[in-house]
């Protein structure tokens, strides 16, 4: 070039290499850690032990036991699927958009962790019943009673869950990096075109742990489904109010419950997490 | 190096052609202002220099439409796309311009494939023309055998010529490109320059390279825009910056020594008394440059022909190429080169006193005050 | 109109937070202490409004504090099987009584101290004009009910039956105050609940008697636990319950007693 002076670039000085620390685990963090395990898994191993083994395969045939398990296992699929309807927009909004109050909405977003699930399925039932602030209009208009529905589960579910998917989300969201959806605007996307190809895409990790974390919760929804949907066999009764109502009369079959809904569960996360680890 | 035109600071130097980018690109944010007037013509590369903060990235952003103009003007081949006088604004996703993004922002779900066809699948073309478009580019690109690949399983030369045809596949009248080649190792970036030359020369559209590295500007541009603290501080094809550069950021850029000083026939006298001898002619307000290569170090005064002696001091010693570059303190601050041998011979280290000599034929001034 | 409905639910809110959440999973440990002159009393949550007016009438006799730990029956006998530590145990079905007492876990034998009656629970002033079993299988009545394996849904199993009447109930409560609230939520037209939550719940509802209740009578038995740490205040407590201070109150609450 001319002049043959122009500036060269520092040489990048390479740092040495091979000494990553490999060392032992801190016992600091080691013992809490085994402490915390053990917390979560004993309780598990208290109800394995109770476990009335002789009798299982009888009790897994009950007619009762199968129906109650499809239908949670129905149910916690379509209250995920409507949390993610409404949760995913909701926690882009959190993420993405300034307006006045956005802290307030995110603290109301919580309402439904905080509050004990028995009140939240009466909260339900005043909005959504018969005599409710929509259910009323809904009764009125389309003749349609929500409680002791299959949708009232449904419904329940996707209010206890919902603020385990939008968190998950909105983390995701506020992690991904924005500067992908300015080039995806430059290359002539639309702010949908580039929510649906290139944000959504982005945070699918953030969405499935909270799709995940949200069928679980409403898996194991109890509170809320039996003020709101009540106890029918094969309409409302799921899982965890049939192991409730065992838990009445009959321990052994309340255990037994639990464990199936347990088994289930895990093999069903297990069986996801593979399938998303090894996607690409 | 050549000598070219003195180049005029604060007047516009008249594009080659019709202007096909005709901007006034003002923003305002806190404490900072950005005030660039650019205009570019169709065909042509304009290099956008400055030290960090000085505005680059800022006028890149509201050329591409992520950032809105305060004031001033952007016109586009004809359309108004920001004027807030007008109140008229164009969103990014709607103007005739591409962007090579500095990280290439390649969408790390998408193959290489689908990354270029992205752009033109939203201008219109249906899934199958969009691909066979994409296709077409990266033949073009010499990455036909990397199309299925993503991102993040692509070379960073490579990641970067998927990024250069993802913008180019929208056939943009501005194309944009931020630090294109920052990201690369030195290696990678020669053969990168040199096909981004290539492209740049197939473009027909106008083009902007946002640098702060001058030997990009000087291999691909047209004509160089250098700004400080939003503002223009000179503009000119390389021949001209090179040789006679008007800031101390240009001069570094370029690698001269520069100082200001008051002429009176071929003695310059600078600021604090120090006086040089120059090859040239002038009266008043001149600035002098010479390269580091035009300083010789001696261990003593040396005799004989160079009018310009000083005793200095060795601040710094840094790899520079092949050569070393000394940096000394004295009556006036500057670097030389010396062969790593010379430096042995002296035993250059820092803090040693030295004599510093430069021939006046070495020297080139030129006046300081525009026009 | 729309104002008191939502002060009924509100009402009912309130009531539900304290009945169904706070009691029902009460903590027996907390209740629990058993010593100091204190004496611990687990008993059925129906008799939450008769034994805290029994107790207070026992504590300024007899000058021993009296603490209840109200809760379903079943979770109560689970409680002390599990070594809770209480002194007295009342339940609202002789099969939990049993639980307890075939676990060799009580002192001597159970007798029965009352007896609830099933009625049916319509809004205030009856506006279906329900007068009968026979009335809650009209196609449009929903009708709660409480689940077979709680004592009120046995006895309304047996009612029913007795009846002759095929009831499809639109749910299956787990507690009879569950059953009862979607009656003063305006949930279901009716329920079938016993008598002493209706009187309990008189503002807002109505108790309809109906004949085949009679062969669904629940007997309500108390008993002294073997662990008891002050079995001879134990004891008392429980000749209390029986005496005529103590039928007095129970009547009054709804209850029949023997």
Redesign the interface.
Known sequence: ???????????PTVAPRGTRRTGRTPVALLVPAILGLLFLVLPLAGLLVRTPWATLPQRLTEPGVLTALRLSVQTATLATLLCLLLGVPLAWLLARVQFPGRQLVRALVTVPLVL?P??GG?AL??VF???GLVGSWLDSTFGVTV??TTTAVVLAQAFVAMPFLIIAVEGALRGA?T??E?????????RW?TFT??TL??V?PGIAAGAVLGWARALGEFGAT??F?????GR??TMP?AV??????D?EAAIVLSLILLTVSVVILAGLRDRWASA? | ??TGRPASLGQSVPAAGPRLLDAHLVVDRDSFRLDLPLTIAPGEVVALLGPNGAGKTTALRTL???LPLSAGHLTLAGRDLDHPVRRTWT?????P???V?QDY?L????SALDNVA??PR??GLDRRQARDLAADWLTRMGLAEHARR?PRELSGGQAQRVALA??LA?EPALLLLDEPLAALD?RTRLDTRAQLQRHLAAHAGAALLVTHD??DA??LADRLVVIEHGRVVQEGD??TI??RPRTDYVA?????NLYRGYADGHRVRLGDGFELTTGDHHEGEVFVAF???AVALHPRRPDGSPRNTWPATITGI????DNLRIQLVGPIEVAA?VTPAAATQLRLAPGQPVWAAVKAAETRAYPAAPG | MTRT?LRT?LT??AL??VT??ADDRADPAATGAGNGGELTVFAAASLRESFTRLGQDFEAAQGVRVTFNFA?S??LA?QINQGAPADVFAAAAP?NMATVVDAGNSDGEPVTFARNQLVIAVPRGNPDGVTALSDLTKPDA?V?VC?E??PCGAAARKALDAAGVALT??????DVR?ALN?VR???VDAALVYRTDVRAAADDVDGIEFPESTGAVNDYPIVVLKDADHPAAARAFVDHVNSDTGRAVLTAAGFQVP
């Open positions: 070039m001319a002049g043959g002076t122009a500036r060269a670039r520092p040489t004990p028995v009140v009466l039932l005043l019943g018969r005599r409680p002791f990096d500067r992908y300015e080039a995806a605007a430059t290359l002539g996307a639309g075109t190809h290139v895409p982005l699918a039996i003020t949907a009540g106890n029918y066999p409302t009764q109010v409730y109502l065992a838990l009445e009369t321990l690409p | 190096m050549t591409a439409g992520l969103p990014p996703e709607r103007r311009i591409g962007v993004f922002l969408f790390p779900h998408l992205f752009g939203r201008h993503k993802r913008a929208v030195a001058p030997l000087l291999v390389a021949a090179t040789a570094r850029l370029v690698g001269l390269p580091p290569s840094q790899q520079h190429g080169d | 409905r639910a009912a809110l539900l937070v169904g959440c379903g079943s979770a689970a099969a929903k709660a689940a394996q709680v109930p639109v749910t299956l409560e787990q569950a979607k939520l305006g949930e």
